[in-house]
């Protein structure tokens, strides 16, 4: 059973709070433990990126704080309340756009809405609002098939916008992207999370875009994952790709690679 936690207060104080959160799969092969058990606070407005390696449990923590699963231990509490079912205060963006190919790009954006049953013609102004900011408003008629990748991501993070969530929830965003349009894409990114302060969790692979955009980055064991390590970035903000060239990037990067390169500390 869960560890009991007070169901009406978040026990930190932060927008998100992970305490000792678990989850184990059941399969043939008996128990699978998948994560944890792991505690995060993220304060609001704040940008933290999990890195971790490949079956760490990253995607199965984005499925806990999207409501998604359930875990089998421990509880994570959004703004106030237990995370126990899928919430409107979550936005998400995956790893592909998952555009409908039939809908233009304002419909796409204005999806969640529909969904969640809470449309309105205000609605309508704010998808427009959003693609200008995400600079398609020359594209708002345009369907799928007419953008690029990093076009059709972009909608995808105005999607994930739309219905003003209290965190937005990012899951390896840019990994299907080309290495220049990822460049362009965490500036892009960087800019509309300075517009729009919200609290975001960032899931990925590359230890320089995680140094780049995140106020701190956890990092996670192997299987079952663990945090091992917690990074506060320090960087000042805005950041441009210079940055990527500057001492303490560099060091950060080698600080976060060693982690990886060394027996991993949770298993020594």
């Known amino acids: 059973m869960p560890t009991p936690y007070p169901p009406t207060k978040t026990p930190s104080g932060a927008t998100l709070s992970l305490r000792e959160i678990a989850l184990t799969y059941s399969t043939s092969r ?3 433990p998948a994560l944890g058990p792991l505690s995060i606070d ?11 390696p490949s079956g760490c449990g990253k995607s199965t923590l984005l499925k806990i704080l999207s409501g998604l699963l359930q875990p089998s231990a421990g509880q994570a509490f959004l703004g106030g309340t237990i995370i126990d ?3 409107q205060d979550v936005g998400i963006v995956f790893q592909q756009p998952t555009l409908l190919p039939w809908k233009n790009v304002r419909d796409n954006v204005l999806m969640p809405v529909r969904v969640l049953g809470i449309y309105s013609p205000a609605y309508r102004k704010k998808a427009d609002e959003l693609i200008e900011m995400v600079g398609l408003d020359q594209f708002a008629q345009h369907y799928p098939h007419e953008l690029s990748g990093g076009m059709q991501q972009r909608v995808a993070i105005a999607r994930g916008l739309i219905h003003e969530p209290k965190l937005l929830l990012m899951d390896e965003p840019f990994a299907a992207l080309d290495a220049l349009t990822r460049e362009q894409m965490i500036l892009e990114l960087q800019a509309i999370w300075e ?3 919200k609290s975001v969790v960032f899931i990925t692979h590359s230890i320089p875009e995680a140094a780049f955009m995140a106020d701190r ?6 299987r079952p994952g663990r945090v091992i390590h917690i ?3 320090g960087l000042a903000r805005p950041r441009g790709l210079e940055s990527m060239a500057a001492p303490e ?3 950060i990067c080698d600080r976060l690679r060693r982690l990886f390169t060394v027996k991993d500390p949770a298993h020594a």
Request: glycine fraction near 12%.
């Open 42 to 52: 993220v304060e609001n407005g704040e940008f933290v990126a999990v890195l971790g």
């Open 195 to 197: 517009r729009t302060g």
């Open 85 to 87: 079912k899928p919430r």
């Open 217 to 222: 980055i956890v990092v996670l064991s192997s």
């Open 30 to 32: 008996g128990p699978l």
């Open 249 to 251: 990037f560099v060091a």
């Open 231 to 233: 990074e506060n970035v």
